[in-house]
């Protein structure tokens, strides 16, 4: 019993150290594989950030050869501009060159002519005291003498005459005194006013840098059609660095245009849509700025009791120019002049200065060009209750109409001072207007015209019809039947391109 249990706990111990051995040699052979499943996942681990670290320090050197591309690129462009401006003063300096050269050559030809007519004169002296001699030898008296009895004979038919005149004068004086000498002060004036003039029509966007062009033409130009359809105006993108130019006869246009171009390079996002989009919004403030700009006008002025639609113009002048002066300004410095100059003469100043105001108003209305813009704006006046006394000013400061107050005269002096603009280009450019304006009218008499905009000085007339009114076919018919009737009808120079655009629309709503 005692040996039986001696080798069963000598078994047990033989059985625990074989045990131990092959758990250890077991674990053993788990811990080699762990370690070297260890080696091989670190050595991938390692691989791969080799491999990000490779990839990190190519993508760094192609973007630091880029920036140095692009500093290369553009430090070239500043070299090609310095050239052309040495070019553009080498070219200067050689005109000034050829020009002072004429002028040496002038001024020796003018030296010649001032000797030969030195000499000339000379001659004449010498003959005209021959002359003398003979006249003293034949009459028997000297020259003196002669002279002094013309001079006492002269002397008393002007004292008989002017006696006579100052007469005359005086009884019409006593007469007409004060009107007489109201209307002597105000042709003085008139005959005093100086004139200067210069016109302009285009608007000059600057952009911070000529990757913008890009963006504002985009993609196969449909970005900077769908501005020009919006706004009315001709957008010019040329080559002259950090600036777009836009064109228009219409100053409201250049404004709502230039605003929301403004707001889209801002913004960044450009596309069709957008654009429709911001030059919408734009209008509608430009609309509100220009009754703010009317009502502030008026309230500067102390002049009240105006219409509401008269004071919706007169904040549009501000975005009306003539010949390059701005039309508000002119309009406030006309209007200060008259009350200024009527309180010297005794008139109502109050009156002055609201005739002042408005005597322009006629040129910024659309309808009715045919008129003469003084009868324009009188017609207005009228309609919006204004006195019979300030209607006349304006219909009356340049002649269109007969003066029946001395309001009138010293609005026209006024403007003249002010506005300072010639007669014959006046003309010029009214009839420029003019054209413009019924080309217009005329694209949009026909059916199915929704809007119609008259660009490049009238040169082309581009016509948007509404998709559900006009068919492909009528409106290339439209075109022709444009053209013909601008042909048959108006006198134009050169050619002008009529572009009928026709767009279609699917919108719908996701709710």
Known sequence: MVVNIVFCVIGLLVGLAIMYFVQKTILKSKADTILKEAAAEAEVIKKNKLLEVKEKFLNKKAELEKEVAQRNQKIQQVENKLKQREMVLN????????????????R??????????????DELDKLQQQEIVKLEAISGLSAEEAKDRMIESLKEEAKMQAQSYINEIMD???MNANKEAKRIVVQTIQRVATETAVENSVTVFHIDSDEIKGRIIGREGRNIRALEAATGVEIIVDDTPESIVLSAFDPV????????????????????????????KVRKQVEDEIVET?????IDLGIHGLHPEMIRIIGKMKYRSS?????????????????VMATELGLNPKKARRAGLLHDIGKVPDDEPELPHAILGMKLAEKYKEKPDICNAIGAHHDEVEMTTLLAPIVQVCDAISGARPGARREIVEAYIKRLNDLEALAASYPGVTKTYAIQAGRELRVIVGADKIDDKQTESLSTEIAKKIQDEMTYPGQV????IRETRAVSYAK
Do not use: F, M, S, W
């Open 108 to 121: 020796d030809n003018l030296n010649n002519q001032l000797g030969i007519i030195e000499k000339k004169k």
């Open 294 to 298: 009317g009502k502030r006008t008026t």
């Open 497 to 500: 391109k009529i572009t009928v």
């Open 323 to 339: 010949y390059g002066q701005n039309l508000l300004q002119h309009a406030r410095e006309t209007a200060n002049l008259c009350a």
């Open 91 to 106: 070219q200067r300096q050689e005109d000034l060159q050829h020009k002072k050269a004429e002028n040496d050559a002038i």
């Open 253 to 280: 246009r250049r404004e709502i245009a230039r605003l929301a171009l403004h707001q889209l390079v801002t913004d960044g996002r450009i596309h069709p849509a957008r654009i429709e989009e911001v030059v919408a």
């Open 172 to 174: 019409d004086a006593k």
